[in-house]
């Protein structure tokens, strides 16, 4: 991928296969950022604890390099997805947040996963504007931001009008009401339902995955949209749903014909091959090799391969990836398979531990979702650290461990 | 509970409704003990990151001291039961475990979970004995222990404490990849082994902690373990957590005890329990929720009662409350009260509790209402967050009471606050 690959000496030393940012026509995308020096320890230097504020003041630094760097705007934020490792603290976090992150800011989505080291405590990814972007602060009670064609959206918690949990125990009605918000807040932007392009789903317990399914069948049905679904921590008590959605007015195309839970594997719109959640599955939803990262891993980007030839592009073009795994210590083995696909310099990408699938799909070891921009593979901009912790290893008894900095 | 409290100013100071140790029917029984020092401060050295090997040692050291102040050792500890926040930390756990156990190591399980205290990397438990040495049982059909456990189980009189059983043939190789049958069959085959070698069965099982890191496959792990247990089942709790080996699906302890058993059930038919007639060693509370796995609500062995990981259902198979971590406290408890009543005891003779909540924002919540039902001193306690096997569920509630205790235990707690 690239036409030109940014190196600075300023960024830690990556983990694992992949970018820092990636810049293709007028958007930039960030890559999974967490705390980490470029010395390549997590910053804080506090004794004996990991240091939310400091980890969370060092990757939004961080980031903000990257993507001034490739050439984006810090104050163009579009999307920020915000990973904490738990809810302990979440104030030292809004602290540094509200201190670095410019107000209005991006569309904001917090999620709670394990992340891929022990005293990694949160990590940051997003997207980025080149200009000016419009802010949907405000509208339909749920703020975004907007660059025609593309407008983003905070990730929709089941909150009432008074701002507090909706249909506490009840997964129905909170579904409802996330439906509910996020349809006004399009309303609100000018835009319909059908403009949905990507509507990515948290549940807090997998068990529900049917329901949301049901869900979403009778809601934003005109809507051919990219989708992706991962069991994880919300930022409220008690509550069960979170969704996250990108919208694009103009026309969109699906590509790849009914996937899973009939939705399209991919689509394009607002000049972007959006790729839902790929998973391990056979064509009657049973899961292959299950609990096998290498083959999963295989698996999902051979599936990633078809679906980018049937718009006419290659892994090449892939720019930003965003990969859950279910278990963290096959990160070695995944990035293995990963590498031996991509060819440097990698797309933007962050890597999440969560549970996949829905009841039934046990031994789903990873799903991998992607964003590709036609001709990035010759156009792209890449920024990148100076050294890299990652060395392809052989995986020679299928337990292989984490590789830490 | 009663009787004689001893403040330690060697502890840290509590500000939750818990004690430190619990000695009752010459037993000892521990809370939780994390890596904090004297103000409670989590310890550790290393710039930046958690210190896992600072925590354990501290940790470790606050079980000394929780033992010798009611009379016993370290070498008397039988049973361990850990919780490690990422097993990427399980070597530097296991090398500061080393320096204060030696072998014959006790019975052992590490549960991947989520601590309630920020920073805190590692818990630790124990179940110790007041006179006398556990016997480590070993057998050849079992793996080597990578970890410092004992092999296959500790025995105490008629007491046999199974280290956590995990899907690994003999040769120590992962069986079953991806396939909950096979691991259960696996995790079971090992815990009938280990029982075997120590001249116990099946039947003499008293209770079952089962570790999962995810539900999907909890159907089938049910499927196979009634092809192992039968009526009267023991008291079991499964919780959702991470287990050591990537891959593994499942791991299992066991409770084991020889003598007179005599049971709690529901007077409602539960899952798996196809028996209709009545059995003279069981009482059944027609106020208790039946049964949603192929367990019973209670066990008592001598004066020592097992109750399983209580839920806040009622009798109706009912949730109280979804997602209402009050409602469920309480209901909870109350299920806890009937079958310590059911045993002739009460809830003041209730020793050791585990809690699992599902969300670390509910835990101030929890307290309130726990601590309703007790007096003070209240039961040695561990709480972790974890994921539960019923939707909307908030809260378990696992016990051990020693019948009596309410009047004679002698408990550990530290300078209140």
């Known amino acids: 991928m690239a036409a030109s690959v940014v190196v600075d000496p300023g960024l830690a030393p990556p983990i694992g296969p992949y970018s820092y ?65 738990d809810w302990k603290r979440p104030q030292e976090f809004e602290d540094v947040y509200a201190r670095l992150v410019p107000t209005p800011g991006p569309a ?106 049901a869900v979403l069948a009778t809601r934003f049905r005109s809507a051919a949209y990219a989708t992706a679904v991962v069991c994880s921590s919300l930022p409220l008590e008690a509550a069960l749903v979170m969704a996250e959605v990108t919208a694009a007015s103009g026309p969109k195309r699906p590509v790849g014909g009914a996937g899973d839970s009939g939705f399209p594997p991919a689509l394009e719109a607002g000049g972007l091959l959006i790729v839902s959640g790929l998973l391990s599955l056979d064509a009657d939803g049973r899961v292959l090799h299950p609990g096998d990262v290498s083959g999963q891993t295989e698996a999902v980007l051979e599936r990633l391969e078809t679906v980018l030839g049937m718009a006419g592009l290659g892994l090449g073009d892939v720019v930003q990836t965003q990969v859950t795994l279910a278990d963290f210590r096959s990160y070695a083995s995944y990035n293995a398979v ?13 890597t999440v531990q969560a549970q996949l699938g829905g009841p039934g799909q046990q031994g789903l070891a990873i799903q991998l979702e992607a964003i590709a921009s036609p001709g990035a593979a010759s156009s792209a901009t890449v920024v990148t650290a100076a050294r890299s912790f990652f060395q392809h290893t052989t995986i020679d008894d299928g337990r292989s461990r984490c590789r830490e900095a | 509970m ?16 818990y004690s430190y140790g619990v000695k009752a029917g010459g037993w000892i029984f521990t809370a939780g003990l994390l890596g904090v020092d004297a103000a ?61 156990l030696k072998p014959p190591y006790p019975a052992r399980a590490t549960v991947g979970a989520r601590l309630l205290r920020p920073n805190a990397v590692i818990e630790v ?51 079953g990849r991806g396939d909950m049958r096979i691991q259960a069959e696996q995790v079971l085959d090992n815990v009938g082994t280990v029982l075997e070698a120590a001249g116990f069965t099946f039947r003499d099982v008293i209770k079952i902690n089962g570790t999962v890191p995810d539900w999907y496959g909890f159907n089938r792990y049910n499927e196979i373990f009634v092809k192992y247990f039968s009526e009267p089942y023991e008291a079991r709790a499964t919780i959702q957590g991470d287990l050591a080996g990537e891959g593994m699906l499942l791991e299992v302890e066991a409770v084991a005890a020889r003598g007179r058993r005599r049971v709690v059930e529901s007077a409602v038919a539960g899952v798996a329990h196809f028996s209709l007639k009545r059995r003279e060693d069981t009482v059944y509370v027609g106020e208790l929720p039946g049964a949603m796995a192929p367990h019973s609500h209670a066990v008592q062995v001598g004066d020592l009662i097992h109750l399983c990981g209580e839920i806040g259902y009622d009798a109706s198979g009912r949730l109280v409350g979804p997602g209402d971590i009050r409602a469920q406290t309480r209901k909870t408890m109350e299920n806890l009260a009937l079958c310590m009543g059911a045993l002739g005891g009460t809830l003041d003779d209730i020793v050791k509790t585990n809690v699992s909540i599902t969300d670390y924002r509910m835990f101030e919540a929890f307290n309130e209402e726990y601590a309703r039902f007790l007096s003070p001193p209240y039961p040695a306690r561990t709480t972790v967050v974890g994921g539960l096997a019923q939707e909307r569920m908030v809260v378990e509630i696992e016990a051990i009471a020693v019948l009596g205790a309410s009047r004679d235990a002698v408990v550990v707690t530290g300078p209140q606050r």
């Open chain 1, 338 to 350: 990963y590498a031996s696909r991509f060819r440097p310099p990698y797309p933007a990408r962050s």
């Open chain 2, 2 to 17: 009663s009787r004689s409290v001893i403040v330690s100013d060697q502890l840290p100071s509590l500000t939750r409704p």
């Open chain 1, 108 to 213: 904001r989505t917090l999620v709670g996963y394990r992340l891929a080291q022990d005293s990694m405590l949160m990590e940051i990814e997003g997207i980025a504007g080149v200009d000016s972007v419009l802010d949907l602060t405000g509208v339909g009670g749920l703020a975004g931001r907007r660059m025609e064609p593309l407008a983003f959206l905070d990730g929709c918690l089941p909150l009432d009008a008074t701002g507090k949990l909706a249909g506490q125990g009840d997964f129905e009605r909170q579904a409802a009401v996330v439906c509910d918000r996020l349809e006004r807040a399009l309303a609100a932007a000018g835009m319909r339902p059908a403009d949905v392009i990507r509507l990515r789903a948290t549940l807090a317990d997998v068990r529900d995955r049917p329901i949301w399914d």
């Open chain 1, 21 to 85: 940012a990636v810049r293709a026509g007028r958007l930039v995308f960030l890559g999974g950022t967490p705390g980490t020096t470029a010395e390549g320890r997590m910053a804080g230097e506090t004794l004996g604890r990991a240091d939310l504020a400091a980890q969370t003041a060092e990757a939004l630094a961080c980031a903000r390099r990257a993507v001034e760097r490739a050439g984006g705007r810090w104050e163009s934020l579009l999307r920020l997805n915000v990973f904490l490792e």
């Open chain 2, 125 to 175: 438990e124990a179940i110790a004995t007041v006179s006398g040495s556990p016997r480590e049982i070993r057998s050849p059909r079992l793996a080597e222990a990578g970890s410092p456990v004992a092999q296959g189980a500790t025995q105490v009189g008629d007491v046999l404490f199974v280290t956590g059983q995990i899907p690994h043939d003999a040769k120590g190789q992962l069986v």
């Open chain 2, 40 to 100: 409670g401060k989590v310890v550790g050295t290393t710039p930046g990151a958690p210190d896992v090997d600072a925590q354990t040692r501290q940790a470790l050291g606050h079980l000394k001291t929780v033992l010798a102040t009611l009379g016993s050792s370290v070498d008397r500890v039988a049973k361990v039961k850990s919780y490690l926040t990422d097993f990427r930390l399980f070597d530097g756990y296991n090398e500061a475990y080393r320096s204060f």
